[in-house]
């Protein structure tokens, strides 16, 4: 295990990464996918004499990710273990080097969960230093700000939530786990999901370091680790790359609908103290986004000693204009007249990106199958018109704790596979408090899709969900998968957006820049392409090239080839914060987001 974190450790090294490159068929195309979940090794000469051996480990319960669900069911896991005098090795791995490292969000944090599953977290020192003050929301036209009144029971109510950066909060969660005994392996990317004979699943596998850009092996090669489990908990948040390969391996979502997301951008200010209100939480709807694409932003001001506030915009990924930017949309909108005045004489010190769920109830997928459970965000069951989710990941890792050690303690347990099949883990949810939240608000997100667009949502939450609670007989259907609705170029008007001002505004890479991320530049990229021919054909000749505007972090560019004629797409993989928006997004669903080599990606400080 020393070996495989060092090797996390030494793949964290500052990269110097170059481009991959694709040309128009009609001009030699260079290879660009090099990564081996699709260019199989077995079929490459290279890895011929190459030892693919890998060491494993044997453990009870194995979870995959730690953010707010995988350690919360890790803790409860732990927490039963010790009341009832039980042996149980429970194991978590985490892609950051450090645990919250890759933990983005708002965040207000509303505090349910965190009393049921540590009620002393108050003695215990827990970063959740400043309680909600007030409430402010805001409807924008382009030059104005109009005042929403948030009446209690409405979705923004946020008496009793506390703003808190959620990557401290996650690293506090971190170290309560620690002290209960789990085991908490950061640095541990995981690649790979290993299933017994039966079709069962068996454990993971995490990634191999020392391969090289070209998909060669390098002299510094070593497998990676195998981690044998009865349950592996998928607790990776949205879009996990492995909930992927499950939802297809074991057809997870067929009774339930597509998925849906936003995109959310963050940014941490440091603003003049005269304007510094300890606990406020501000939302605005409106400007500058039109009312068919559905948005917002916050801003929430901290309470931790210096005058921060943490800023953001969240865009649903379902809009159908290619030309939007949400990186800009974000970065006009802090110049609305009744927003700049906070930012003036202020200083923008982090940027980040996430995508997240907004399917709620009608695109929950089946959460538990033999051998493996699925929690958190990773199945998606945040609140959308709340805007939070963390609460209800957190009981959801719990009550799979639960329904865990119940299964493995019970002495007349008999599996029909070899990978033990958690199948109360479901009804539980069904029988929680997440379950009748995320069932009150299931139509407010979809109610958007009206000829009203925005005005239709304000409507809906405003009568429908205030009156009847989520009690109305109909449930409305998000229409389709993101990616569907994005229109052909042709049909769309470009965005002129203004340039930025270096002061309030700023352009993309000076952005990505504070985000810390950092990839190994000597590797596969880790954003691959089922085929090579599509980017320009598909995506540039029909939508405009969209994952150039989309993508919060510069990744994708279309840049003209030596001729001057043709384009080439240029992939800057090194600067990917792992936000997942281009696998959503793209419209051919050419591109496969997996994880690179261990170390790789942003270092969010406290975001």
Not at 237 to 264: F, N, V, W
Request: a negative charge; charged letters at 20%; one cysteine or more.
């Amino acid at each position: 295990m020393a070996a495989l974190l060092g090797n996390a450790l030494r793949a964290g090294r500052f990269a110097r990464a170059g481009v991959r490159l694709f040309t128009t068929n009609n001009v030699a195309t260079p290879k660009i996918t090099t990564h081996w979940s699709v260019v199989p090794r077995d079929q490459d000469a290279r890895w011929k004499d190459v030892d693919m051996e890998r060491v494993s480990d044997e453990v009870d319960v194995c979870i995959v990710g730690a953010g707010p669900a995988g350690l919360s069911a890790a803790i409860r896991l732990k927490q039963l273990a010790q009341q009832q005098d039980k042996e149980l090795r429970v194991l978590v791995l985490e892609k950051a080097v450090e645990v919250g490292l890759h933990t983005l969000s708002g965040a207000c944090l509303e505090p349910h969960a965190l009393d049921e599953l540590i009620p002393d977290w108050k003695d215990r020192g827990a970063p959740l230093h400043t309680p909600v003050t007030e409430d402010k929301f805001y409807f924008l036209t382009e030059k104005y700000g109009i005042p929403v009144p948030i009446l209690p029971g409405l979705p923004m109510h946020n008496t009793g939530n506390y703003v808190v950066r959620l990557g401290n909060f996650v690293r506090w969660l971190g170290e309560q786990a620690e002290e209960l005994e789990v085991e908490v392996y950061p640095g541990c990317p995981v690649t790979e999901v290993l299933y017994h004979e039966d079709g069962s699943v068996k454990g993971v596998a995490t990634s191999d370091v020392g391969i090289g850009k070209d998909g060669a092996p390098k002299d510094s090669f070593e497998r990676g680790m195998e981690f044998h489990s009865k349950v592996v908990i998928f607790a990776e948040g949205c879009h996990g790359h492995l909930a992927k390969q499950l939802y297809k391996q074991l057809d997870l979502r067929q009774s339930c609908e597509p998925q849906t997301y936003a995109i959310g951008l963050k940014e941490l200010w440091e603003i003049d103290p005269a304007k510094h209100r300890p606990g406020r939480v501000e939302h605005t709807v409106g400007w500058p986004l039109n009312r068919h694409t559905y948005g917002g932003s916050f801003v929430y001001h901290l309470g931790e000693g210096e005058p921060l506030i943490a800023v953001g915009y969240v865009i649903g990924l379902d809009y159908s204009n290619p030309y939007i930017s949400p990186f800009k949309e974000f970065q006009r909108w802090k110049h609305h007249p009744s927003v700049r005045p906070t930012f003036e004489g202020g200083k923008r010190i982090a940027y980040g990106a996430r995508a997240l769920n907004e399917g709620g109830y009608q695109s929950i997928p089946q959460l538990a199958f033999p051998g493996g459970c699925l929690i958190g965000c990773s199945p998606g069951f945040m609140n959308v018109p709340k805007i939070k989710g963390t609460h209800n990941a957190m009981k959801s890792g719990m009550i799979c704790a639960e329904a865990i050690f119940d299964k493995l303690t019970d002495e007349n347990l008999q599996s029909e596979t070899q990978g033990v099949f958690v199948d109360d883990y479901e009804q539980r949810m069904r029988d929680s408090w997440v379950w009748k939240e995320i069932y009150s608000v299931r139509n407010v997100r979809p109610s958007f899709h009206s000829p009203l667009g925005l005005y239709g949502t304000l409507m809906y939450t405003g009568v429908f969900y205030y009156l009847f609670r989520g009690k109305e007989p109909w449930t409305f259907s998000h229409g389709g998968a993101d990616y569907k609705r994005l229109k052909p170029a042709s049909e769309c008007t470009p965005i002129e957006y203004p340039k930025p001002d270096n002061k309030i505004s700023f352009d993309l890479l000076s952005s990505v820049a504070l985000s810390g991320t950092n990839h190994e530049g000597d590797q596969p990229a880790h954003l691959t392409l089922m085929s090579d021919e599509v980017p320009v054909n598909q995506n540039l000749g029909i939508y405009d090239g969209p994952e150039q505007r989309f993508c919060p972090a510069g990744v994708y560019e279309y840049v003209p080839m030596e001729d001057g004629k043709t384009m080439r797409l240029q992939i800057n993989a090194q600067n990917c914060v792992h936000c997942k928006t281009c696998d959503i997004k793209d419209p051919s669903q050419n591109i496969n987001w997996v994880t690179p080599e261990a170390g790789g990606g942003p270092a969010y400080n406290g975001m």
